[in-house]
């Protein structure tokens, strides 16, 4: 078995027409969230090829943590 330590994250990815010059804005088209975190990405990557791991870290108790908590169930 083998078993990740590292920060359970998540990551706000956000879509955008074009990159803005220096000093300007872009508009946001559309936002999506995604559970990460070094660790937890090679663990789960790890586990859809078989692999029989476990993650570990310590947690909020915030939005994004539920957030984090209800995805991670769901992916294992």
Same mark, same amino acid.
């Given at each position: 078995?083998?078993?990740?330590?590292?920060?359970?994250?998540?990551?706000?990815?956000?879509?955008?027409?074009?990159?803005?010059?220096?000093?300007?804005?872009? !508009?946001?088209?559309?936002?999506?969230?995604?559970?990460?975190?070094?660790?937890?990405?090679?663990?789960?990557?790890?586990?859809?090829?078989?692999?029989?791991?476990?993650?570990?870290?310590?947690?909020?108790?915030?939005?994004?943590?539920?957030?984090?908590?209800?995805?991670? !169930?769901?992916?294992?």
């Amino acid at each position: 078995m083998l078993a990740g330590v590292g920060p359970a994250l998540v990551d706000y990815i956000n879509v955008i027409d074009e990159y803005p010059k220096v000093g300007g804005h872009a !508009v946001v088209r559309k936002t999506m969230k995604m559970a990460g975190g070094a660790a937890a990405n090679v663990i789960y990557g790890l586990s859809i090829l078989g692999v029989k791991c476990r993650f570990y870290s310590t947690i909020g108790e915030d939005e994004d943590a539920e957030f984090f908590k209800k995805v991670w !169930v769901v992916l294992n």
